[in-house]
């Protein structure tokens, strides 16, 4: 069921599928994607205000690379943009947002 599942837009836990060649060829996001869960901690998020910005953001533009309605490098540049642009709103790059303790 694993197959129909992603042929659906879930992200299958049972990792086989991803593993197949015609899988591989029609979703481009696959093999970047299984490659990112190596070593990860599952459970992590960053601890900081912004993270439900930047986590909005993640999630929109990941699932329009999943379905398709842009490329992975369109997808992961706007992404990269978007974050970018919530952190320094928020005063990280210009060093005026104080450090958490």
Do not use: C, H, N
Not at 25 to 48: A, I, L, T
């Amino acid at each position: 069921m694993a197959k129909p599942y992603l042929e659906a837009g879930g992200v299958p836990a049972r990792t086989a599928v991803y593993q197949d060649k015609a899988v591989q060829d029609k979703y481009p996001f696959v093999k970047p994607m299984v490659e990112s869960w190596q070593g990860g901690v599952p459970d992590y998020r960053p601890r900081f205000p912004e993270w439900p910005a930047v986590s909005e953001v993640i999630g929109e533009w990941g699932s329009k690379i999943m379905l398709g309605q842009v490329t992975v490098k369109d997808g992961a540049q706007t992404i990269g943009q978007k974050t970018e642009d919530i952190l320094k709103k928020a005063g990280y790059y210009d060093g005026k947002k104080p450090l958490l303790k």
